[in-house]
């Protein structure tokens, strides 16, 4: 079946910019992750969604950043006033927690900020 | 707190000999542990997991990893590398159902 979908690929910026960033998880899958990858480092973890509720925000670095599940299923992460530090790569990742807990990645947004 | 060493930045095998890839972590229970691949601009591709039983972990491409509690150690290995093995490995540890915390990985380069 389909996997874990991320849109946009790539995004560009200006700085103090709002962006937003969003995570298709897998059919089915209740638990969300997003994930923060800079360059030359593994993925961090920034915020981690059961259902529609944000069940450990603890990794979101301050308060620009922001995310949100509605319906939970699609997520969005949102950015405002962007920093060039927050140029990265913005991964997601899904699992079905009845299953194993095993995270399944997606191929990420890659964002930079000018 | 959780945390993943991975000691080596950069390792460099000539294709069909052996690979291991070291991971070192930190936790305070029994932890869930992981090994990723990332191919350049892919995401993150599970190789294979350690959750509980036999600590010999078998996974796909051919890859196994062992999991040794005493040396709080999940190390990778593969008994002959491809060249399509190049890639960026991650090791993670992490709970169930909860957030992974990652290595900072382990670049391979094959050498033909």
Redesign the interface.
Known sequence: GAG?SQTPSNKVTEKGKYVELRCDPISGHT?L?W?RQSL??????LI?F?GTGAA?DS?LPNDRFFAVRPEGSVSTLKIQRTERGDSAVY?C?S?E?AE?????????TRLLVL | AQS?TQPDIHITVSEGASLELRCNYSYGATP?L?W?VQSPG?????LL?Y?SGDTLVQGIKGFEAEFKRSQSSFNLRKPSVHWSDAAEY?C?V?A??????????TILRVKS
Do not use: I
């Open positions: 874990v638990a992750y994930y030359g480092q593994g993925p961090e973890f981690y059961q450990d990794g991964l990742a699992s927690l194993s807990g095993t995270q399944y990645f997606g191929p990420g | 993943v869930y992981f990723y892919q995401g993150l591709q599970l997991k959750f991650f993670a992490g169930y159902g909860n957030k992974l915390v990652f290595g900072a990985g």
